[in-house]
C-alpha cells in the first residue's frame, strides 16, 4: 500500500534554479492537490486537479507550475526558485464519484524545500 | 470567496483537561467539512462530518457541525500529550478548491 508518494524527501536549492516535485499516488483517486505550508501555518493550496488533463490554480500559484497528463502522477514545477518559496510541501489526494463527497484527503509525506 | 477560520489560533492545557476548538466557514455548495491531525509529518484524518447536530466520535474526540450558523467545533476530552499536534479544518463545497483554516496549535503538558 504505497498510498501518496512525494520524491524527493529534502532538497536544497540556489536561488534562480529549477526543480520538479514529484508526486504520484496508486488509489486511482481523479483529485490532486499541492499544498505548501511555512512553519507554524496552516496548508495554502498551491494548484489542484480533478482528472488527468485538468488542472486549476489555487490560493499562492505564483511561481509554480503543473501538469496532469496521467492520473497517477502530478508534478509540481518550481521556475527560478526565490527563498519565498522555502517551505514544507505536501501532496494530497482524494475521490469523488459523480456527486458524492470526496473521500477524506490522502498526504504524502512531504518535501522540505530550502532556497538559498 | 470560500474562507475558514479556526479558533483559538494556540492553545495549551494540562494533561486531563477539556478542549474545544473552533471551525467557521463560508463555503459555496457546502457538502462537508473535515478535520485533520497534524503532527510532525503529514495531515492525518479524523472526522468527515455532512449533517448538523449529529455528533462523530472516536475515543476521546468528538465533532459536531452546525450548518445553519456555519461551525463546527472539534472537543477533546481527558487529553493526554499525544494530543499535541496541529488541528486543520476545511469545507468542502462543490468544485471548491479544499482551502483549510490557519490550525489551532495545542500543546499538552504532562
Known amino acids: 500500500n504505497a498510498g501518496v508518494t512525494q520524491t524527493p524527501k529534502f532538497r536544497i536549492l540556489k536561488i534562480g534554479q529549477s526543480m520538479t516535485l514529484q508526486c504520484a499516488q496508486d488509489m486511482n483517486h481523479n483529485y490532486m492537490y499541492w499544498y505548501r505550508q511555512d512553519p507554524g501555518m496552516g496548508l495554502k493550496l498551491i494548484y489542484y486537479s480533478v482528472g488527468a488533463g485538468i488542472t486549476d490554480k489555487g490560493e499562492v500559484p505564483n511561481g509554480y507550475n503543473v501538469s496532469r497528463s496521467t492520473t497517477e502522477d502530478f508534478p509540481l514545477r518550481l521556475e527560478l526558485a526565490a527563498p519565498s518559496q522555502t517551505s514544507v510541501y505536501f501532496c494530497?489526494?482524494?475521490?469523488?464519484?459523480?456527486?458524492?463527497?470526496?473521500?477524506?484527503?490522502?498526504f504524502g509525506n512531504g518535501t522540505r524545500l530550502t532556497v538559498t | 470567496e470560500d474562507k475558514v477560520v479556526q479558533s483559538p489560533l494556540s492553545l495549551v492545557v494540562h494533561e486531563g483537561d477539556t478542549v474545544t476548538l473552533n471551525c467557521s466557514y463560508e463555503v459555496t455548495n457546502f457538502r462537508s467539512l473535515l478535520w485533520y491531525k497534524q503532527e510532525k509529518k503529514a495531515p492525518t484524518f479524523l472526522f468527515m462530518l455532512?449533517?448538523?447536530?449529529i455528533e462523530k466520535k472516536s475515543g476521546r474526540l468528538s465533532s459536531i457541525l452546525d450548518k445553519k450558523e456555519l461551525f463546527s467545533i472539534l472537543n477533546i476530552t481527558a487529553t493526554q500529550t499525544g494530543d499535541s499536534a496541529v488541528y486543520l479544518c476545511t469545507p468542502e463545497g462543490y468544485g471548491n478548491k479544499l482551502v483549510f483554516g490557519a490550525g489551532t496549535i495545542l500543546r499538552v503538558k504532562s
Open positions: 455532512t449533517s448538523s447536530g
Open positions: 494530497a489526494s482524494s475521490y469523488s464519484s459523480g456527486g458524492a463527497a470526496r473521500s477524506p484527503l490522502h
